[in-house]
Every structure is written in C-alpha cells, then in structure tokens.
C-alpha cells in the first residue's frame, strides 16, 4: 500500500513540473497601448495582454515555431510562427497587437550550438515571461530557452 502511494505521488509530482504545450493562439493580446516611458521620453508600445496569456505568466511551456537570429553580437534571438520568405518580414501577427506573434529568446548554450538551419520549425521549452514594462525586450520572453526538437 505504502509503495502505491509513493508511486501516486511521485506521478503527480512530475505531472505538476511538466511543461504545458501551447499554441501562438494562447499568446493572442487584446489590445496595444501607447504608454508615455519617463526614462526614455518617448511614447512606447504596451500590451495589454489576455487573460490566457496572463495565466501562462512563468510557467515552463514549449512552443513551435520558426528561428531567427536578430544580432548574434547582442544574443537576440526571435521564435516566430511565421517564415522569412524572400525578405518578407516574418512579423506578421494579430491585427490586435502584432508583435503577439513574437517570442524574444533566451538561449542556454546547448541550445545556440544546435541551431544551423533556419528553415524549418524548432520546438523550443523554457520559463514563458510577459513583459509589460521592459521597453528594451519583446513583449514575450521564453528564458532559458532549449531546443526540444
């Protein structure tokens, strides 16, 4: 009886630390606002993000999509749904809030090594971050972010 509940337990644990799958669906933000930033003057960009997204905030999820190196210098480093084609901008999201189908990623180094072709789809896992006041980093963060598949 004893190893029974040990057992259960020991599932339910590691159901509790998996990583939820999502979709760009879930990251959908209901509008984008302009927001006047006193450190840097200017008006700037803010989400205004849904209650789906809101619940993902800092959990550990995988995503899939297309890679895309923005500055190796700076390690900016994109996950978009959406393929560059032919120097079409793969920035094409919700008419709501397009910069909803973007995800910054920060990579571990396993993950940087495994990245060589840019043409197809890459799973990647990490802790989901919402970002509503950090004008330097997309509005998604996935840190620590690793190549699943």
């Not at 939820?20 to 840097?40: A, G, M, Q, R």
């Not at 970002?131 to 190549?147: G, H, R």
Request: hydrophobic share 40%; aromatic share 10%.
């Amino acid at each position: 009886m004893r190893l029974l509940i040990l057992i259960a337990l020991f599932l339910v644990g590691k159901l509790a630390l998996a990583q939820k799958e999502i979709t760009w669906e879930h990251l959908k933000c209901d509008s984008i606002v302009e927001e006047f930033n006193e450190e840097y003057g200017l008006d700037m960009l803010q989400p205004v993000f849904s209650k789906e997204a809101k619940t993902l905030d800092g959990d550990s999820v995988s995503i899939t999509g297309y890679f895309f190196p923005i500055d190796l210098e700076e390690k900016l480093f994109v996950l978009s749904p959406n393929k560059y084609r032919d120097g079409a901008p793969f920035l094409i999201g919700s008419s709501k809030c397009p910069l909803d189908q973007i995800i910054q990623l920060k990579l571990n180094d396993d993950a940087r090594l495994k990245i060589t072709n840019f043409k197809r789809q890459f799973t990647f896992s990490g802790t989901l971050l919402l970002n509503e006041s950090d004008p330097t980093s997309l509005f998604y963060i996935l840190k620590d972010a690793k190549v699943v598949h």
